[in-house]
């Protein structure tokens, strides 16, 4: 089936600083990639729409001067937290598309983010 | 856009009983309702989901209804065992725009042994 690798799982950093966090689609070319935020107890909220090949789009409310999206290639897509503080600090989650649909959406493992 | 209501947001059941989890939704353009179960930490991971075109679905001891009229979809759950105890988020997707999902706010099941 269908499989997104999300990397790093967890990453510590401090204020200020810039974090990567990675999505590849590992079977099958996503030219659509979704990324999501979740606050403990609380339900995934959608960040952006990363697309192939052009610039997110973001949901209201998000800063994309401070989420920095790219999607330069149909396997990857990359979001960094750009000037990291610790109201950052969030479960990061992306998710694909299934090339099948009747699979519906495939989400990586997530990235817990803790900004010290 | 789409907007999903979930209740409750907890739930506690003994084991064996049934839980149901009910979510309505707004956009009558909306086709597809996958529910998702998230353990703590983990990725959401897809469990049932259903399409417009059908009203109900079922998967041994899980089970999905919708009722497009009233805009309104439900899971249900017979038999429970406490492997079952997680985060439940249902959602729903119309085929506009980017395309992308819009997930209830969860329930937090919990089955007491």
Known sequence: GAVVSQHPSWVICKS???VKIECRSLDFQATTMFWYRQFPKQSLMLMAT??????AT???GVEKDKFLINHASLTLSTLTVTSAHPEDSSFYICSA????RASG???GSGTRLTVV | GENVEQHPSTLSVQEGDSAVIKCTYSDSASNYFPWYKQELG???QLIIDIRSNVGEKKDQRIAV?????AKHFSLHITE???EDSAVYFCAAYYETGANNLFFGTGTRLTVIP
């Open chain 1, 50 to 55: 990363s697309n192939e090949g052009s610039k």
């Open chain 2, 80 to 82: 429970t065992q406490p």
């Open chain 1, 97 to 100: 598309r299934s090339p099948d």
């Open chain 2, 42 to 44: 983990k990725r959401p």
């Open chain 1, 16 to 18: 200020g600083t810039s």
């Open chain 1, 105 to 107: 959406y495939t989400f």
């Open chain 2, 65 to 69: 209804t919708l009722n497009k009229t």
């Open chain 1, 58 to 60: 973001y949901e209201q």
